[in-house]
Every structure is written in structure tokens, then in C-alpha cells.
């Protein structure tokens, strides 16, 4: 990567400490999820019940839970999960979401239909929409990465139809297709490269409220299977605990609130970067 | 105006119809024979034989989904499992919960969101700015339930100010003095709400303070705090009552979460607990009346938009 390109990347952090603070959270959470098995001091499942739930001491930084086991490695292996279900849900969203959008957007005789069946799933609230889902698919990782990525698959719809029918209507197109160039020439040609930056706000947005979707679900039971360490499984479990040992709680908690607040900062920072008239379609960007 | 409230109320038919379509489909999409679905795996061959025909599932579809409407309209929404009784009247006990948690949330969220919203629009760019929304942008990002139990465990386990968990009806016993029961879950459910009013608040007062009008206000010498007040205030609130609305109904199935953190007998921990004891026609009835909730506030919220601003067109 060439210095300029460098450049343009960091653009929209520089000069805005928080935002790049939120950029280092996320980098260092990535990190933490591949090099787990390293920064680990223990075995996230080793169970030691001589030394349960003791405090923060120099052996435990963050204390051990209700089986000994050392909650610091937990955190750090329950980044893989945050990870997984960030990226899993982005992606869900992304890959439902943009082909719908664009596809209605260019061919609104079939794309009308398309968009009321969106705005049928937005009559449905997003906890409630990913519970029935979790319901019907059944609890499991994937299942949950499904029925969160769903409630979000909407507003991406939303969002890329959005543009798309604003870049439809730009000269530039026009000038195109008045020269010939087919669909999908336009699409790939004028379309998607503008969706780019517009979808890369909407993505780390997403990111941060699937952390929050998939810990209300760990939370309720309903998420991650109780045998894989994620943050909201270790708050459910140590939820009977909190009088005893409340520093149980406050790391994983923490770790939650950190990652879905560096990625809002993220999304922040590249919304401001956007071209004005992309801008509203962020406003009221989180889905409920 | 009229053509306006017929196209708007019809599309909302439409849209629920379509959603009641998927709500039905529920019960025959979760793994399983309907018909157990329905009634439990403990049911007898004599009884599934008798509510197979009783309910029709022995018809077509399309049949069967007609059924079904028509008995939800009438407030028929089948029998609860676990409960054996009228998935409708298991729901109406925890209205009043979720009604008044809801209620006393949406008085945080008014409290909090909007005076803060406007002092930070006020001040845009400014120290106070910043703070104000990077406080904001933090709540909106805390899970709920984690404030929650640190709020038990301050409030209730430590200083013993408040109770942990339940809340006895205020028809029964106790009276109003039962509210005390919903101030921390009301609080919690309020943290994430508040920051999101708070930042539509400043949002929507920085949009109308670029309007010509009010820099015609200010060209005129009109003093600012009365530019503020007349010109400003009153069309950014606009876009912020609408919003509470919407909020209120989210509100309902937000509280899943913080109705479990607290054990508080609402709708939401009915859903959790009937997910939990496979009470399916608990759940489907739950979905439909959230729905439909959803739908209508939505509907009288976009009418009354246009009620008191006429510029806005149908879409």
C-alpha cells in the first residue's frame, strides 16, 4: 500500500482522537480473536474449584468464575465469538441485502413488490423478529448469526435501494445508458463502486448492534450454545454471582460495550466522510 | 387529507396482512407436527384426533389460514400449553406490567433525551457538544441487561433503596406505591432509548436551524432565544414526537430483556419463558398483538404527522 493510499484510509480518523481510538479498540479486538491461544495465560476451560471466584490478584488479573476458571482468558477467547458474529452478521446483511436493494431499485415493477415485502419484516420488532426466527430454526451459532443478520437485512434493503435509485437518476447514468450500456454494465460499472463507502458505514453500524442483539440473545439462553465462551454466555452464567464476586460481570460487560462503542465511533467517523446527500439515510440508523 | 388517510391505512392493511401470513405460518414452520405444536408432546391420540378436525388442520392451508384470521379478529388466538387457558387472557395479564413499565420509560426518555438533545444543538461543536454526544453514542451502546444487574446490585443488594425484582399490580395490593418496582427496570430500559432521542433531538434542531426561514427570522432582529424558541423548537420537536411513538412500541419488545433482568410478570418475560417451554401459541399470540400494536401507532403517528404538518406528501 503506497503512502497515499495509506493516507486516505486513516483520512476520516485523523485529526479526530475518539475515532481513532474506536479504530485501535477494533484493531486490537481482531488481534486478541486470532492470537487467543498466545495472549491466553490459561486454558479458557480449565476448572480449578480451589480458587473460585477469587478477585482480581497477580496469578488472575480479571479473577476466576464460579468454576476457577481464569476469566481474563475467557474474555480474551470470547473475542473469537464477537468476531464471528460481527463479521457473520455483516455479511448476512450485505449479501441478502444489496442484491434486493439494487435489484429492486433498477426493475420497480417486481422491486415494488420486493420493497413492501421489506417493510413487512420491519413491521416486526428486531428482538421479536430474531427470537421467532431462533425459534424456528433452532439455537445454534449460525441460527443466531441468521435471525440477527435477518433484522438487519432490512435496513441494509433499505439503505442500498435507497442510493441506488439516487444514482439512477445521476447524469453520469443517464449519459451511460444513453449510450448503450446495458444493466449490468451500469451496475457494476456506476453502481456498486458508489455503494462502497455508503455500505461500509452501514457495516460498522451493524456490527455494533449485532454485539448487542447476540448478547441479549447468550443473555436470555437463546444464542450461542452455554459450552462456547462469548461474553453474554459468561454474563448469564455469572449473573447468580453478582453479589459475590460483582467484578465478575464488569470485564465481559465492559468488553461488550467497548467493541459496539468503538464501531459506532467507526461508523461516526466514515458517515462524516460521505457525500452530504448520503448522510440522511443514516439518521435513524438503528433498527428496533 | 382523506385520500391521503385512505392510501396510508390501506397500505398498514396490507402490510399486516402480510405479516399476519407470516405469523401463521409459525406454528407450521417450527419443527414438529402442528398439531403437537399445539397442544404439547403429552397430548393423547383421542385429542390430537379431535383438535386436528376442531381446528381444521386436517384442511387446506389456505383454509386453515382463513380460520385463524377470523378467530383472531374475533380475539380468539388459541389455547395456551402450559397455562391451558385463552392465549389472549395469559397475554392480557401482563399488560399492565409492560404497559406501565413502557410508560414510565418513555417519561425518562422525554426527560432525558430531549432537554439534553437541544442543549447539545445549542452548543454544537462546542466541549459540551462533544461530551453530551459522546455520552450518548457510549449508552447506546451498553447492553441493557448489564446496567440492569449492576443497578440490582447497587440499589437493591447494596444500599437496599428499591426491590430487585417483580412488581405486585398496583390493583391488588400497595397501590401506586408499587411503582417502586419499575423505577430501576424503567431506568435501565430508558438508558439506550434516551440516547437515541437525544441524538435524533439534536439532529432534527441543527436540520431546521439551516432552514431560510429562520435565517430570515434572525436577518429580521427577532432576539435569538425567541428564534429559538418559535422558529426552531417547534418544527424540530415535530420530527421528535413522531419518533416517540415508534419508540413506545419498540419499547414493548425491548423490554424482553430487561423484564427477564428483572423478574417483572410483562409480556416480554412471557415470550422468554414461553420460547423456554415450547408454549408456542403463546409466542404466535405474543408476536401478532406487537404487531399489530406496531402497525397502529405507526399509523396514527404518520396521520397525525400530517395533521399538524400539511408538507408532508405520501412517498
Do not use: C
Amino acid at each position: 500500500m503506497t503512502r497515499d493510499r495509506l493516507h486516505s484510509w486513516l483520512a476520516p480518523f485523523l485529526g479526530r482522537p475518539i475515532a481513532l481510538l474506536g479504530l485501535a479498540i477494533l484493531v486490537g479486538m481482531i488481534l486478541a480473536a486470532i492470537f487467543a491461544s498466545v495472549l491466553s495465560p490459561y486454558d479458557p476451560r480449565a476448572i480449578d474449584p480451589i480458587i473460585r471466584l477469587s478477585p482480581p490478584n497477580a496469578a488472575h488479573w480479571f479473577g476466576t468464575d464460579q468454576f476457577g476458571r481464569d476469566t481474563l482468558s475467557r474474555v480474551i477467547y470470547s473475542s473469537r465469538m464477537a468476531l464471528l458474529i460481527g463479521v457473520g452478521v455483516v455479511s448476512f446483511a450485505l449479501l441478502t441485502g444489496v442484491p434486493i436493494g439494487v435489484f429492486s431499485a433498477l426493475f420497480p415493477r417486481l422491486g415494488h413488490v420486493l420493497m413492501r415485502m421489506v417493510d413487512v419484516l420491519m413491521s416486526f420488532p428486531a428482538l421479536l423478529l430474531a427470537l421467532g426466527l431462533i425459534v424456528v430454526l433452532g439455537q445454534s451459532v449460525a441460527n443466531a448469526i441468521i435471525a440477527i443478520g435477518a433484522v438487519y437485512l432490512t435496513t441494509t434493503t433499505r439503505i442500498t435501494y435507497g442510493l441506488t435509485l439516487r444514482l439512477r437518476a445521476e447524469t453520469y447514468v443517464e449519459a451511460a445508458r444513453s449510450m448503450g450500456s446495458g444493466t449490468a454494465w451500469v451496475v457494476v460499472k456506476h453502481v456498486l463502486p458508489n455503494l462502497i463507502s455508503p455500505l461500509l458505514v452501514q457495516a460498522s453500524f451493524v456490527f455494533a448492534f449485532a454485539q448487542l442483539s447476540a448478547a441479549s440473545l447468550d443473555f436470555l439462553g437463546l444464542g450461542a450454545p452455554p459450552d462456547i465462551p462469548s461474553w453474554g454466555n459468561m454474563l448469564a452464567e455469572s449473573r447468580t454471582f453478582i453479589t459475590r464476586a460483582p467484578w465478575l460481570l464488569f470485564f465481559p460487560g465492559m468488553m461488550i460495550v467497548l467493541t459496539a462503542f468503538s464501531l459506532n465511533l467507526v461508523g461516526d467517523a466514515l458517515r462524516d466522510r460521505l457525500d452530504p446527500r448520503f448522510q440522511e439515510m443514516f439518521a435513524s440508523r438503528r433498527r428496533r | 387529507m382523506w385520500s391521503f388517510v385512505l392510501k396510508r391505512a390501506g397500505a398498514t392493511f396490507v402490510t399486516l396482512v402480510a405479516a399476519s401470513v407470516l405469523i401463521f405460518a409459525f406454528i407450521h414452520l417450527v419443527p414438529g407436527d402442528p398439531i403437537y405444536v399445539l397442544l404439547g408432546d403429552t397430548a393423547t391420540p383421542e385429542q390430537v384426533d379431535l383438535v386436528r378436525h376442531k381446528l381444521g388442520l386436517d384442511e387446506p392451508i389456505v383454509l386453515q389460514y382463513l380460520q385463524w384470521a377470523g378467530k383472531a379478529l374475533t380475539g380468539d388466538l388459541g389455547q395456551s400449553i402450559f397455562f391451558q387457558a385463552p392465549v389472549l387472557s395469559v397475554i392480557a395479564d401482563g399488560a399492565e406490567t409492560s404497559l406501565l413499565l413502557a410508560t414510565i420509560t418513555m417519561v425518562w426518555v422525554v426527560l432525558i433525551g430531549v432537554p439534553i438533545g437541544m442543549v447539545a444543538a445549542m452548543r454544537q461543536g462546542s466541549w459540551v457538544d462533544q461530551t453530551l454526544s459522546g455520552i450518548a453514542m457510549l449508552m447506546a451502546s451498553v447492553p441493557t441487561f448489564w446496567v440492569g444487574l449492576y443497578l440490582i446490585l447497587i440499589f437493591a443488594a447494596w444500599l437496599g433503596w428499591l426491590p430487585s425484582s417483580g412488581y405486585p399490580s398496583i390493583f391488588e395490593s400497595g397501590g401506586l406505591g408499587n411503582l417502586r418496582y419499575l423505577l430501576l427496570p424503567s431506568l435501565t430500559l430508558a438508558a439506550p432509548n434516551a440516547a437515541l432521542i437525544l441524538r435524533l433531538t439534536r439532529a432534527s434542531m441543527l436540520d431546521v436551524s439551516r432552514e431560510d426561514y429562520v435565517r430570515t427570522a434572525r436577518a429580521k432582529g427577532i432576539r435569538p432565544r425567541q428564534v429559538v424558541r418559535r422558529h426552531i423548537l417547534r418544527n424540530a420537536l415535530l420530527a421528535v414526537v413522531s419518533a416517540f411513538g415508534f419508540t413506545f412500541a419498540a419499547l414493548i419488545s425491548e423490554a424482553v430483556v430487561t423484564e427477564t433482568v428483572f423478574a417483572l410478570p410483562g409480556i416480554g418475560r412471557l415470550v422468554v419463558q414461553s420460547i423456554l417451554r415450547r408454549d408456542y401459541p403463546v409466542i404466535q399470540g405474543i408476536i401478532l398483538v406487537i404487531v399489530v400494536l406496531y402497525l397502529a401507532i405507526n399509523l396514527i403517528v404518520d396521520l397525525s404527522y400530517r395533521l399538524l404538518d400539511p408538507r408532508v406528501e405520501l412517498e
